[in-house]
């Protein structure tokens, strides 16, 4: 896709999931399974940024492009890291999380072919059950009638809905608007719900949901690998 740079950032140390981009899934690891999955859009450059040898060494093997990045506060400062060693590329620029395996091509396409702000950003979102919400590890984003994001939170939100909508990790930014993004102070919300985007909003960014019946499940936990396990056996 012309102009659309899909970095995806990619770390070894992950609390809950220690070297999950390394994860076996049914013989390819997560973060080629990430790859595998977005290369079917054909952006103009997709991209792993990471910290880790061992991950770039995977990436380069299977014949797709690696940054090495130094430390970084967050996903998206990684992603603009890697973006700023890329030499600016794209005019849109968007963050893959290496944990989301079932990525289709139409998440990537779905983003890059929204309009947008300078300083706006979009991302994904689909109906969940209303049973589900109580899982913390499921971050819910409430919408307003303009399709733009109210809040997100780890909580059920709005109380008494039929059904939530589950974020799913991926965002679209253009140039001006990543670099805000990165910028922008952590705000108090932000730092309660461990939600980064929160701190995007209270520094006046404008996000816009995009909702579907996108096939997502962030792999977080020694269970969630082993239900993408299941899923990938049986398709």
């Not at 740079?5 to 140390?13: D, H, L």
């Not at 049914?26 to 061992?54: E, K, W, Y």
């Not at 819910?140 to 780890?154: D, P």
């Not at 939530?164 to 108090?188: A, I, N, R």
Request: net charge negative.
């Amino acid at each position: 896709m012309a102009g659309t740079v899909v970095i995806i950032p990619a770390r070894m140390e992950s609390t809950r999931l220690p070297g999950k981009p390394l994860a076996d899934i049914c013989g390819r690891s997560m973060i080629l399974r990430v790859l595998d999955g977005a290369s079917g859009a054909n952006p103009d450059r997709l991209v792993v940024a990471t910290d880790s040898r061992r991950i770039e060494e995977e990436v380069l093997s299977a014949g797709y492009e690696a940054v090495l990045t130094g430390p970084a506060a967050s996903g998206t400062h990684r992603v603009h890291m890697a973006w700023k060693a890329l030499g600016f590329p794209g005019e849109r620029i968007i963050n893959l999380q290496g944990d989301e395996p079932f990525v289709q091509p139409g998440w990537v396409v779905a983003l890059a072919g929204q309009e947008m702000l300078p300083n706006s950003v979009v991302t994904l979102a689909r109906k969940i059950p209303a049973d589900s919400g109580a899982d913390s590890s499921i971050v819910k984003v409430v919408v307003n009638s303009a399709g733009e994001a109210l809040y997100f939170s780890r909580s059920s939100i709005p109380w008494g809905a039929d059904f939530f909508f589950h974020h799913v990790g991926v965002y679209c930014f253009t140039p001006e608007s990543l670099s805000f993004c990165v910028g922008s102070p952590p705000g108090k919300l932000a730092l309660q719900e461990r939600l980064e985007q929160l701190s995007w909003m209270e520094n006046g960014v404008k996000i816009k949901v995009v909702p579907g019946d996108w096939n997502a499940m962030g792999v977080d936990t020694p269970e969630n690998l082993e239900e993408a396990r299941k899923w990938f056996r049986n398709c």
